[in-house]
């Protein structure tokens, strides 16, 4: 995954972690989530429309 490796990524949870405190993650981390998801849905709903068109 982009060239990060287990302890890169563990540094970087930890930096957020300090940054962001506990009690906002979870909050950071379903944003990202449901940011994820409409992303997809929006490219899945372009690809539909394009093979309509088609």
Do not use: W
């Not at 962001?20 to 979870?26: I, Q, S």
């Not at 992303?39 to 372009?46: H, M, P, S």
């Amino acid at each position: 995954m982009f060239g990060l490796g287990t302890p890169e990524l563990v540094i970087i949870l930890g930096i957020a972690f300090l940054v962001f405190g506990g009690k906002k993650l979870p909050e950071l981390g379903a944003g990202l989530g449901k940011g994820i998801a409409s992303f997809k849905k929006g490219l899945q709903d372009t690809k539909e429309l394009d093979e309509k068109s088609n």
